[in-house]
């Protein structure tokens, strides 16, 4: 028997939505096996084309994920043995990773408190570390934490300004905005990534990068499939196998065209929950300006290891994004940071908690949530 009090809730509800797409996604992937043509092609061109429209950008390039997404831009822009990157040290170990995978060297920034964005004098910060030990600063990569905007007005002109350039790893924020203007227009190009649990998510990986710029985008084509040139067989330089199956664009061409909507659905979700925790817990603040796709709903909490025993007690179930901050990291340690500590980063990775976030929450759900949530806060004072 099913029972709405106690039955365990999913974190992530990719069942209802894939019972909402219906016989659209049969029938966008037998589209796929019917023409046949399975890498590149028709599917990957207006899949390309309509997120493009999505977000008002040039160009889309389609890739096998996100991480090769950002990759292939510092690769495409020559950045490799001798040039600092700057990254945030609180975000996903792609954002590091893709600077140390071309040789060069990622130098880690605090963040905001409020927002968990780059903190743009913590950057400055790092980038005069860069300098100091010979390094080249080139370019930074603000994260979209959580779904949110990084804060690319204030970091844009003070990059700028020290001669680096921008790539937006919007892996998390792809459908947020910031001063009315789509997430893949900040920047010289924008990373985004359709692994399952993001808020646009393929059945399997994929990613994007978005640009505004004619000749990144015609080397990005290239890179990503082989270093071709003009013709089959002419390779004009040394790229990688990155694209993405024409299944996987078929698949998220129908799932873009309920994104808006479910982008709305999680803005109702987030007001809900902030509406219930907002007197026991740190809920998620918004910048001014700033619109979020809510690509996880975080609060902060103290005893965060008894708040989420507490909740899974109940079959609710938590996430901790993420519970070390990179420079803290075996992998990352022995890269520069811009300071010895990083404490607003470090505090951030003690105390934040993830709540079940999708577009098919009901406020019964949340109801039961935030419930079990305030019970926690009244049985530890
Ligand atoms: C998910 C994620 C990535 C990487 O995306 P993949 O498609 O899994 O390679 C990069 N950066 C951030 C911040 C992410 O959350």
Request: glycine fraction near 8%; include cysteine; charged fraction near 20%.
């Amino acid at each position: 028997m099913s029972d709405p009090e106690t039955d365990p809730i999913p974190f992530i509800d990719l069942v209802t939505q894939r019972r909402r797409l219906g016989r659209a996604i049969e029938e966008a992937v037998s589209r796929v096996t019917q023409h046949g043509r399975l890498i590149l092609g028709p599917e990957c061109e207006a899949f390309e084309a309509e997120l493009a429209a999505f977000c008002g950008a040039r160009h889309v390039v389609s890739v096998a994920n996100g991480t090769d997404a950002l990759i292939l831009v510092l690769r495409a822009r020559g950045v490799g043995p001798g040039d600092a990157v700057i990254v945030p040290a609180f975000t996903f170990a792609s954002t590091a990773e893709v600077v140390a995978s071309v040789g060069a060297t990622p130098v880690f920034a605090d963040i905001r408190e409020d927002t968990f964005s780059l903190d743009v004098d913590s950057m400055a910060e790092a980038i005069a570390v860069a300098r100091k030990e010979g390094l080249r600063p080139v370019a930074v990569i603000p994260v979209d934490m959580f779904g949110q905007p990084a804060d690319y007005l204030a970091i844009e002109p003070v990059a700028e300004a020290e001669g680096l350039w921008l790539l937006a790893d919007a892996a998390q924020g792809f459908g947020g905005t910031l001063a009315g203007q789509h997430i893949g227009t900040f920047g010289c190009a924008t990373g985004v990534s359709f692994y399952p649990s993001k808020p646009l998510g393929a059945y399997g990986d994929g990613g994007a990068i978005i640009t505004d710029d004619d000749e990144l985008d015609r080397v990005l084509r290239s890179l990503r499939n082989h270093g071709e040139g003009a013709f089959a067989y002419d390779h004009v330089r040394i790229g990688v196998n990155s694209r993405l199956d024409a299944i996987q664009a078929a698949v998220l061409r129908a799932k873009l065209k309920i994104f808006p909507d479910e982008i709305a659905a999680r803005n109702r979700a987030a007001t809900y929950y902030s509406e219930g925790l907002r007197d026991i817990a740190r809920t998620p603040v918004l910048a001014p300006g700033a619109t979020s796709v809510w690509a996880q709903y975080t609060i902060r909490i103290a005893d965060r290891d008894g708040f989420r025993a507490h909740l899974a007690e109940a079959g609710i179930p938590t996430a901790v994004h993420y519970p070390r901050p990179l420079h803290h990291q075996p992998a990352y340690r022995a890269f520069p940071t811009a300071r010895p500590s990083l404490p607003v980063a470090e505090q951030a990775a003690r105390e934040v908690v993830s709540l079940p976030m999708h577009g098919y929450l009901t406020p019964a759900i949340q109801d039961r949530i935030i419930e079990r949530a305030r019970s926690f806060v009244s049985v530890s004072v």
